[in-house]
Nanobody, 123 residues
Framework: VQLQASGGGLVQAGYSLRLSCAASGRTFSSYAMGWFRQAPGKERESVASSRWSSGTTYYADSVKGRFTISRDNAKNTVYLQMNSLKPEDTAVYYC?????????????????WGKGTLVTVSS
């Protein structure tokens, strides 16, 4: 599975962005998908993850109620809708594929990483 994230950019605090992650490979729908981020000087952290059926999702406490992960298996694409953005959301965002959404939200079980996309939130 090859992954390519897009949709990052510069926005003001309080605004929204939607990230997309296009996946190649015939087995996309069998993987759990997740979004991670890495801010300058910090370790990479999980943001959200989704089971292959998209019926179950997990979120980091810092983004609950503001971010939503969704996926379209027909389009081999996973999305991250980010609302009410804060300056502390500034980071490079990565999408990833793994075997378990629960494991991924715990920063484990990643099988494939995509290239990141930069999100900058100004105050």
């Amino acid at each position: 599975v090859q992954l390519q994230a897009s949709g990052g950019g510069l926005v003001q605090a309080g605004y929204s962005l939607r990230l997309s992650c296009a996946a190649s490979g015939r087995t996309f729908s069998s993987y759990a998908m997740g979004w991670f981020r890495q801010a300058p000087g910090k370790e990479r952290e999980s943001v959200a993850s989704s089971r292959w059926s998209s019926g179950t999702t997990y979120y980091a406490d810092s983004v609950k109620g503001r971010f939503t992960i969704s996926r379209d298996n027909a389009k081999n694409t996973v999305y991250l809708q980010m609302n009410s953005l804060k300056p502390e959301d500034t980071a490079v965002y990565y999408c990833a594929a793994g075997s378990s959404a629960l494991t991924m939200i715990r920063n484990n079980g990643i099988r494939y990483w995509g290239k990141g996309t930069l999100v900058t939130v100004s105050s």
